[in-house]
């Protein structure tokens, strides 16, 4: 996990530092005089060698650096402002996209043939075709402008949450109803099903206690790099519903050649993809007797 988190710090640092332009290069021309003193101020002094050290220096000690777009305000300063925000969001979109998705798509694969598996997938390929810019504005349309249940956007209590969560959710609802179906469909084509189903047990007890638990391991797998994505925030949703989040300094930071912050956003995102793995990994076995861990 630290060798990642390093690999990633210093390929982020060298690919800011290699591209053309840089963050001062937007503002009307600048005397050399000052331009030094900007560099000077924001650590952008020196060879990239001696810039790159200096902030791995300045990391150990917990400090992401300044924002030479956000003046007067430190890396740690907007994250720690934007990233609740995001993480809440996220937090709940994923509690939905999970249960919804997995609810859909054992629904599914237990009625297979059916019509009623018919028309999940199809939900679901629905849901995945239609992108969030348009989901989102016709929610906004329906519920907040038409019916009047819910605000239009902005950030407060729990009915600002439901319109971004339900968008934000909804393609991975489909991801995990399709890939948790698949999954299901294979193990209940294996022999241990067929044993369990022989020693007389009802079916809902061989799908909850020996099906569901191994065809969640593909799903599971998806959950890591899903959750870190959700929780880092979303740059369309929070948009459309304008929400304070962090989704946006993705996009942001690199056309403002804002490299700290960039670094400081990758370096959130990548502690929590390479811990969520980690996390995944370590539950196989509990969903997966037949798995162990050396």
Known sequence: MGLVLFCAVSITFFLMRGAPGGP??????????????????????????????????????????????????????????TLPVSATLGGVAFALATVGGVTLGGWAATRRGTAAETGAMLASLLAISIPTFVTGPLLILVFALWLGWLPVGGWGGLEYLILPAITLAGPYVAYIARLTRTSMLEVLGQDFVRTAR???????????????????????SFLGPLAANLLTGSI??????????????????IQNRDGFLLEGVVIVYCALLVFLNLLADLAYPWLDRRIKLK
């Open 236 to 253: 369309v949703v929070e948009t459309i519903f304008n929400i304070p989040g962090a989704g946006g300094f993705f996009v942001n930071s």
């Open 24 to 81: 001062f290069d937007r503002e009307r021309e600048l005397l050399p005089s000052v331009k030094a003193a900007l560099e000077t101020k924001f650590h952008y002094d020196g060879t990239a060698w001696q810039q790159y050290t200096a902030y791995l220096g300045r990391l150990v000690h917990g400090d992401l650096g300044p924002s030479t777009r956000y003046r007067n305000r430190t890396v740690n300063e907007l994250l720690a402002q």
């Open 198 to 220: 022989a020693k007389g047990l009802a079916e809902w007890r061989v799908v909850s206690k020996h099906v569901a638990r191994v065809a969640l391991l593909p799903v599971v």
